[in-house]
């Protein structure tokens, strides 16, 4: 078996920690001005789109105990008929109807036996509109992939409704390679599986060895990867935060909702602040989490609102691929803080500081070096992890840009890409930002049992984000050294 059909290290941890109350999956929802397509016609258009590309066609198989990390194997059936499903949205269809169907159907696992997507095509929204429902598995796509993947599925505003796809090339969706899938073969024997473990671990002596020689070879090298990943592990291993109601373990359910606003609003008080775009979405996240724990009446002395920031390592303009090339940073968030431009300096200055520590280049080589850890250690570390839950984040937060003009499917216009990300690790919140045709949305996913008011910190963060577009423009530096209010 050959070594491209291996997951990596990191996308294998996604297969290895997921649970029934852990499942790892992220989605999409792409709402479209009506009328609707018959189901006949979308479910072709979408194989069509779907025709030249890879990724759908395969599925995960791990290995017996372990021994080696799983591999994609092509499936034999990969027909969209078992992945798209329709439904119709009870009367009235609005917003939170969509929010409360789309919750329910993230909750179950994908079945990672076969291609590990699901789409559903929904009917009968408010205002003419339908939607389409894309929920794909984490060992598959990070927050780019997931991007280009669904990108892949709508016109280019350059081409007519109905046209061909997103180009192959380029600065925007469909960037997937298509054709031939260069990472799957023929579903291998269970000799097969056993020989490509087996091989798989005999060979681990030599790259050893390869690595050895290599620091000896440049030592300078070899000991700026060893500091890097050093750092890596500095911002990973923490001490625990204090408990918070954010944190904690999770039950099977989830809420899910959005709040918005005009992108163009959201980047000139970026500039306005010598900030960027995800400075303002971390700054609002802030600013909702501040009014939400408030109004529960839990403490803000001493919380330390520490959020997980992924970060792209993918170049610019360059295809993408399936699976996952992400580092993080860690954030601290200012929900003590009560002045809008106070967080956003605060938030501005954290992530400058993380940037000059070099903190996701740090993160990156630690991900890297978890490709030399044994696949049944690997597997039983990520298990252990999950079982015993996590202190040092409270937070996740997400952001993707999307394409700047109008795209379409079956000759409808999207109107909205709205963002769904997975909690867990004891993480009951999360927050991811898409940019898509002049407007930022930010999707919150919450823990049922544990959060059954997320309603509310949707509310606060939608009211966070208007206090700062409202906000007076200040100087990059106001409020940086601002005393917290409470």
Same mark, same amino acid.
């Given at each position: 078996?050959?070594?491209?059909?291996? +997951?990596?290290?990191?996308?294998?941890?996604?297969?290895?920690?997921?649970?029934?109350?852990?499942?790892?999956?992220?989605?999409?929802?792409?709402?479209?001005?009506?009328?609707?397509?018959?189901?006949?016609?979308?479910?072709?258009?979408?194989?069509?789109?779907?025709?030249?590309? @890879?990724?759908?066609?395969?599925?995960?198989?791990?290995?017996? +105990?372990?021994?080696?990390?799983? %591999?994609?194997?092509?499936?034999?059936?990969?027909?969209?008929?078992?992945?798209?499903?329709?439904?119709?949205?009870?009367?009235?269809? $609005?917003?939170?109807?969509? #929010? $409360?169907?789309?919750?329910?159907?993230?909750?179950?696992?994908?079945?990672?036996? /076969?291609?590990?997507?699901?789409?559903?095509?929904?009917?009968?929204?408010?205002?003419?509109?339908?939607?389409?429902?894309?929920?794909?598995?984490?060992?598959?796509?990070?927050?780019?992939?997931?991007?280009?993947?669904?990108?892949?599925?709508?016109?280019?505003?350059?081409?007519?409704?109905?046209?061909?796809?997103?180009?192959?090339?380029?600065?925007?969706?469909?960037? !997937? *390679?298509?054709?031939?899938?260069?990472?799957?073969?023929?579903?291998?024997?269970?000799?097969?599986?056993?020989?490509?473990?087996?091989?798989?671990?005999?060979?681990?002596?030599?790259?050893?060895?390869?690595?050895?020689?290599?620091?000896?070879?440049?030592?300078?090298?070899?000991?700026?990867?060893?500091?890097?990943?050093?750092?890596?592990?500095?911002?990973?291993?923490?001490? $625990?935060?204090?408990?918070?109601?954010?944190?904690?373990?999770?039950?099977?359910?989830?809420?899910?909702?959005?709040?918005?606003?005009?992108?163009?609003?959201?980047?000139?008080?970026?500039?306005? @602040?010598?900030?960027?775009?995800?400075?303002?979405?971390?700054?609002?996240?802030?600013?909702?989490?501040?009014?939400?724990?408030?109004?529960?009446?839990?403490?803000?002395?001493?919380?330390?609102?520490?959020?997980?920031?992924?970060?792209?390592?993918?170049?610019?303009?360059?295809? %993408?691929?399936?699976?996952?090339?992400?580092?993080?940073?860690?954030?601290?968030?200012?929900?003590?803080?009560?002045?809008?431009?106070?967080?956003?300096?605060?938030?501005?200055?954290?992530?400058?500081? *993380?940037?000059?520590?070099?903190? =996701?280049?740090?993160?990156?080589?630690?991900?890297? @070096?978890?490709?030399? !850890?044994?696949?049944? +250690?690997?597997?039983? =570390? @990520?298990?252990?992890?999950?079982?015993?839950? *996590?202190?040092?984040?409270?937070?996740?937060?997400?952001? !993707?840009?999307?394409?700047?003009?109008?795209?379409?499917?079956?000759?409808?216009?999207?109107? &909205?890409?709205?963002?769904?990300?997975?909690?867990?690790?004891?993480? /009951?919140?999360?927050?991811? +930002?898409?940019?898509?045709?002049? /407007?930022?949305?930010?999707?919150?996913?919450? &823990?049922?049992?544990?959060?059954?008011?997320?309603?509310?910190?949707?509310?606060?963060? $939608?009211? =966070?984000? #208007?206090?700062?577009? &409202?906000?007076?423009?200040?100087?990059?530096?106001?409020?940086?050294?601002?005393?917290?209010?409470?």
């Amino acid at each position: 078996m050959h070594g491209a059909e291996r +997951l990596s290290a990191l996308d294998a941890a996604f297969v290895y920690l997921e649970n029934d109350v852990q499942p790892l999956h992220v989605g999409s929802v792409l709402v479209f001005a009506g009328p609707a397509p018959e189901p006949g016609r979308l479910a072709a258009e979408l194989e069509a789109r779907l025709a030249p590309l @890879a990724w759908h066609r395969r599925h995960i198989r791990r290995m017996p +105990l372990d021994l080696g990390r799983p %591999v994609w194997v092509s499936s034999e059936r990969c027909g969209l008929d078992e992945h798209l499903h329709h439904l119709d949205l009870a009367a009235p269809g $609005d917003d939170a109807a969509l #929010r $409360d169907l789309v919750a329910r159907l993230m909750v179950p696992r994908l079945a990672v036996s /076969r291609p590990p997507f699901e789409l559903w095509h929904v009917d009968g929204l408010s205002g003419g509109r339908w939607a389409l429902v894309a929920k794909v598995h984490h060992a598959l796509v990070d927050g780019a992939s997931g991007m280009d993947l669904v990108g892949s599925l709508l016109a280019p505003p350059a081409l007519p409704p109905g046209g061909a796809g997103w180009p192959s090339t380029g600065a925007g969706p469909g960037r !997937v *390679q298509g054709g031939p899938d260069p990472g799957a073969r023929p579903r291998p024997t269970r000799v097969d599986v056993v020989l490509g473990g087996a091989g798989w671990l005999a060979a681990l002596p030599l790259r050893a060895a390869r690595l050895t020689l290599r620091s000896l070879v440049a030592p300078r090298a070899a000991l700026r990867r060893v500091r890097l990943v050093r750092h890596g592990l500095a911002q990973v291993v923490q001490p $625990d935060l204090p408990p918070c109601v954010l944190n904690g373990p999770l039950g099977p359910g989830r809420l899910w909702g959005w709040a918005g606003a005009p992108l163009a609003e959201v980047e000139a008080v970026g500039r306005s @602040a010598g900030a960027t775009v995800n400075d303002v979405f971390l700054a609002a996240v802030a600013g909702g989490l501040r009014g939400y724990l408030l109004e529960r009446g839990e403490p803000l002395d001493g919380l330390v609102a520490r959020a997980i920031v992924p970060v792209s390592g993918r170049s610019a303009g360059s295809p %993408v691929r399936p699976g996952n090339i992400a580092s993080a940073m860690f954030v601290v968030l200012p929900v003590a803080v009560a002045r809008p431009l106070a967080r956003l300096a605060l938030v501005h200055g954290r992530t400058e500081e *993380q940037k000059s520590r070099a903190v =996701a280049d740090g993160t990156a080589a630690m991900v890297r @070096a978890a490709e030399h !850890v044994p696949a049944p +250690l690997l597997a039983r =570390a @990520a298990g252990a992890y999950a079982r015993a839950g *996590q202190g040092r984040v409270n937070v996740a937060a997400s952001g !993707v840009t999307g394409p700047r003009e109008v795209c379409h499917l079956a000759g409808s216009p999207l109107l &909205d890409l709205l963002p769904y990300v997975p909690v867990a690790l004891d993480v /009951r919140a999360t927050f991811a +930002l898409v940019t898509y045709a002049g /407007r930022c949305t930010v999707g919150v996913t919450g &823990d049922a049992a544990s959060l059954p008011d997320l309603h509310r910190l949707v509310e606060h963060v $939608d009211r =966070a984000l #208007r206090e700062l577009l &409202d906000a007076p423009a200040a100087p990059a530096a106001r409020g940086a050294d601002a005393a917290p209010e409470g």
